[in-house]
């Protein structure tokens, strides 16, 4: 790399897009968190007084609109759109099992309510009372230099349909562009498909406000190893 471009060695790599980068050279793994951001939830909102909760929202709720006369003012939505937009990064990087409940959040920047606003200090200080909790990269495999190696990538769909209850459309539709591609891959014979039942399928993770056990459950395959994660009672 020093031969073929103009660049310095830093040394390794501590920090990347906000994230703290813990990487084990033996065992080959990963780790990203984000405590300054997690710092920065504590620094910047009057938080709730009383216990966070184990889980980023109500299982199974599902967010709606309500009317004009019942938004939150002008600071308050700013202050909403601030908190969300902190959650869409970290949810980004490092904690894949809030997504569904800050997509249910990302909806409402333009309008928000006060359960809205409630619901997102939820998923703040379930983020607060986790700070550990982190995406865990850990390849079963590792490159070998060739360019002829050959990676298994695994991918999930879900189907959600008509679920949200102003509209009546799907609530996952993000996935359809992979849907899509993934559809023209099966059918060019590229790939193959298996199809799992609900509960085992840890898509819910990103798509659903599951119960504790249901967090627990599926999130160890996203953020980390059992230690990484608190026991629920939820």
């Not at 780790?31 to 299982?59: C, R, Y």
């Not at 002008?74 to 980004?92: A, F, I, N, P, W």
């Amino acid at each position: 790399m020093m031969e073929l471009f103009d660049c310095d060695d830093v040394g390794a790599l501590k920090e990347y897009v906000g994230c703290k980068v813990d990487y084990d050279q033996e065992a080959g793994t990963m780790k990203l968190t984000q405590p300054v951001m997690i710092q920065s939830f504590k620094d910047e909102f009057e938080l709730p007084e009383g216990n966070a909760s184990n889980t980023p929202a109500i299982p199974g709720s599902v967010m709606s609109e309500g009317e004009i006369k019942n938004q939150v003012n002008d600071e308050t939505q700013s202050t909403y759109c601030s908190g969300v937009g902190k959650l869409l990064h970290m949810m980004r990087w490092t904690r894949p099992e809030i997504m569904n409940a800050v997509r249910e959040l990302s909806r409402f920047t333009g309008r928000a309510l006060q359960s809205h606003v409630v619901a997102m200090y939820r998923v703040i200080k379930y983020c607060r009372s986790t700070p550990e909790r982190g995406l865990l990269l850990n390849p079963l495999v590792k490159w070998d230099g060739s360019l002829e190696m050959l990676f298994e990538i695994k991918g999930y769909s879900d189907s959600d349909w008509a679920k949200d209850p102003d509209t009546r459309q799907s609530v996952s539709e993000w996935l359809e562009v992979k849907q899509l591609f993934l559809r023209e891959l099966k059918e060019s014979k590229l790939i193959d498909t298996n199809w799992i039942p609900g509960e085992e399928m840890t898509s819910n993770i990103y798509m659903k406000h599951l119960p504790g056990q249901s967090i627990d459950k599926h999130g160890s395959k996203f953020v980390g190893v059992n230690e990484y994660m608190q026991p629920s009672s939820e």
